[in-house]
């Protein structure tokens, strides 16, 4: 192309002057030398087809940080059987190594006892359907209704959070940005109609004031551990809000802006006494109601403990 004879010139084809891309390709063979060399003769310019990138090396480090990775994926995971395969072809290109095949022996990411039972065909399917843009016609169980109603939505995101599949995207009648239960889907098709990401649409911003899952209004609120709690709270990053201050007699106080829904409840009152709810006040009422409710459950069953409780 950049011959002075040439029909179309360096400047039309690449809008760069003959100097610019003489000066690019010295750059190119000086920067890939080795791998790749641009040859220049009265008839243009090509590639070196004599050369050729060597064969990767990966460091028992690597493998090993490849081994965690694989092993930590669900066997539910559309990805999990790739990976492995993708895995073994690595350790089979870098040789047997007694370090590693004894790792691989003694290396195990426990999973969750929960699992989550959403098909594997249906995960891959959501996964095709979502780099189309289109939107989806859903037929979805919803829990609050009780019923299966079809339902059109945009998919934005196929995301695993708190044991299970979700399916993050935007309600077309609803209009809102929301999470569907990948299980609760019964059917799904494609439809015609395109639709595009919102530009300031991010997974981890639509998760930033949530516990776990469900969503709400978030609020501060302000909790107190003590005893085994108190140690072991400081041991976890619970959210990206919390804030954690030790008081004089070894308690501990966790600062959080979150919302108070149920999940959260749930994962206060699994703390058990260890942990007091100092605000909002709504919180604190909430959970008082709570625990009365469950003493009223067990009040007239049997006690298996001797002596008074």
Request: with cysteine; charged share 25%.
């Amino acid at each position: 192309f950049m011959m002075p004879r040439s029909e179309i010139s360096s400047k039309t084809l690449f809008l760069q002057t003959q100097r610019t891309v003489y000066r690019d390709i010295n750059e190119l063979n000086e920067a890939l030398d080795g791998y790749v060399r641009v040859h220049g003769d009265e008839n243009g310019y090509s590639l070196d087809e004599t050369l050729y990138a060597p064969p990767l090396h990966f460091i028992d480090e690597e493998i090993e940080a490849l081994q965690t990775a694989v092993s930590s994926l669900d066997k539910n995971n559309p990805h999990t059987q790739l990976a492995r395969q993708a895995l073994s072809k690595m350790q089979s290109h870098s040789g047997a190594r007694p370090g590693l095949m004894a790792l691989e022996q003694h290396l195990e990411v426990m999973q969750p006892l929960a699992k989550d039972r959403t098909p594997i065909k249906r995960l891959q399917e959501l996964e095709q359907h979502l780099r189309k843009k289109r939107v989806l016609k859903l037929d979805y169980f919803s829990h609050n209704s009780g019923k299966t109603k079809p339902i059109l939505f945009a998919p934005y995101a196929l995301l695993f959070r708190k044991n299970a599949w979700y399916l993050l995207g935007h309600h077309q009648e609803k209009g809102l940005t929301l999470l569907l239960r990948a299980y609760r889907i019964q059917s799904m098709e494609l439809t015609d109609q395109p639709f595009e990401l919102p530009p300031d649409f991010s997974v981890g911003q639509y998760f930033k004031t949530h516990w776990e899952v469900f969503d709400g209004k978030p609020e501060p609120i302000h909790l107190r551990f003590r005893g085994e709690a108190a140690w072991r709270i400081q041991e976890m990053t619970w959210h990206r809000s919390q804030e954690i201050q030790k008081q004089p007699d070894g308690a501990i106080d966790l600062k959080l802006e979150v919302s108070a829904n149920p999940e959260f409840k749930t994962w206060v009152l699994g703390w058990g006494a260890q942990c007091e709810v100092l605000a909002p006040l709504k919180l604190k009422t909430a959970l008082q109601t709570e625990v009365q409710q469950l003493a009223q459950v067990y009040a007239n069953q049997p006690s298996l403990v001797d002596g008074p409780v």
